[in-house]
């Protein structure tokens, strides 16, 4: 029973799954703000190259910077190493093993997760995968520094930093792993009465597909890295074209696992988007079952669409048309989502909250973000732009403007059903405002910087003649990303004020009707006094003696 739990089994070392969900929240928003502050680094270095950085210049080893100048061997680990923080450390556990833990039980009306050790497992694997990461910054020759894609024969070169990197890498993908099964089991095993699979809500739907992404992806990313780290440490050659390895293989095995990688990225946002915006709304999720066919088919499509990351390659023009149209397929689910998000809120009694604002964020940067995903399913179209500032442009309205509005929304969302605390509203509108607009300028001039040519991954803008004219845009993007980085206090405020003077509330706030809410807030061990029942399509429930705190009874 869990009055008789001690300190480390309660809060370290829990078994409970809500436990396990707060403890990956709390560190996935530690890391978000290392990722940022290595992404603002970055950004100095591009706006301001060969000047020295103020302050923090002095603070970093000769190895990394002298007289407060960015050298550029460290500039290559800042890029390899904020991608793989924000991708590994961030977005995918935050959305996956942050509110996936937390809300999943919950809303199957379940009372913990089927494997609730592996369940902890999960989480402290995830600890030492960051530290072995970051380790590799004070390791001779610095961290890993060959972009996340690592691709080789500079990935098998690298200094012993990249090494750090892999074995990172293969730990919390075997975290991604445990977790996986543990969802796909729980949800197949572990719901209540009544709820049929076509009564789940999206949030658990959208775990429940990309779970079955990570199952499948995911060891092939794991051996992929293993035979990498074999050619670094055991003199083999899987890759190495002088003893007889095919760098190409590199390019299929990690894409193979990298573009469905972003759908793990983005699929629980459009479960929690779903879920906000049809409480918010007053409505019931328009066109539930197509939300749940397009999740799949996205799914699907997700897997045999690797190949569009590798037009340059020289693989051959049927082969490229095949990924070519099999991407721009993809649009049509995503279009349906869309349209179904819309519909939702069409003549809906709108509750602009902090949740509900952050949703419509994410509904409206996603499909900026897939548009330009469009035009680079286009092989002509793709080869002008590959590696230019287009491609980073478009990944961030993806993963920041998608999966990171859709965090804020479900932060919002379930932090009075996590704490018994609601956030600030006033605070949380600001920091959404202010989120956005700095975003928007941030990342969308990336996209003419592309079109003007370039490059990623670039150490010194200013030697380039034919982007010395785009430096001023560069200057721009420089300064919104640290307006950005610094309005995220507001979040941290927020937070911390919320948890221990935030205004306390009842069971069910937002007047939702999804299982989670006919729980306590928050959860005792267990979750349920008494299971509910589920009796009617999509999610009408009964509990015995509190009928009347839930829609639609309380509905006008």
Known sequence: MEHKLN??????FSTDHKMIGLQFLFTTLFFFLVGGALALLLRWQLAYPGKPMPVLGSLFPDSMMVGGVMLPEFYNSLFTMHASVMIFFAIIPILVGAFGNFVVPLQIGARDMAFPRLNMLSYWFFWPAAIVALTGFFMQGGAAASGWTAYPPLSAIEPVGQ???IV???????????????????ILNMRAPGMGFFRMPLTTWAIFITSILSLLATPVLTTAMIMLLFDRTLGTHFFLAEGGGITLLWQHLFWFYSHPAVYIMILP????????ISTFSRKPLFGYKMMVFAIMAIAFLGFIVWGHHMFQSGMNPTVGTTFMLS????????????????????????????????????????VIGGLSGIFMA??????????TYFIVGHIHYVLFGGSMFAAFAGLNYWFPKMFGRILDDLLGKIHFVGTFIFFNCTFFPMHILGIGGHMRRIYDPMQYAHLQHLQPINVFITISA???????????????KSLFWGKKVDRNPWQANTLEWAAPSPPPHGNFETIPTVYREPYEYSVPGREKDFYPQNEP
Do not use: C, E
Not at 168 to 184: D, E, K, P, R
Not at 378 to 387: E, L, P, Q, R, Y
């Open 378 to 387: 286009s092989t002509a179209v793709d080869i002008f732009i590959h590696d």
């Open 327 to 366: 991407t721009m397929l993809i649009a049509v689910p995503s279009a349906i989502k869309t349209f179904n998000w819309l519909g939702t809120m069409w003549r809906g009694s709108i509750r602009f909250t902090p949740a509900m604002l952050n949703a419509i964020a994410f509904v409206s940067m996603f």
């Open 482 to 496: 640290f307006l950005l980085g610094v309005w995220q206090i507001f979040l941290v405020i927020n937070v911390v």
């Open 163 to 165: 090494t750090f990197w």
């Open 7 to 12: 300190f480390w089994r309660k809060y370290i």
């Open 269 to 276: 946002g459009m479960g929690i988007v779903s879920d906000v």
């Open 168 to 186: 990172a890498v293969i730990l919390v993908g075997t975290s991604s792993i445990m977790g996986a099964i543990n969802y796909l089991t729980t």
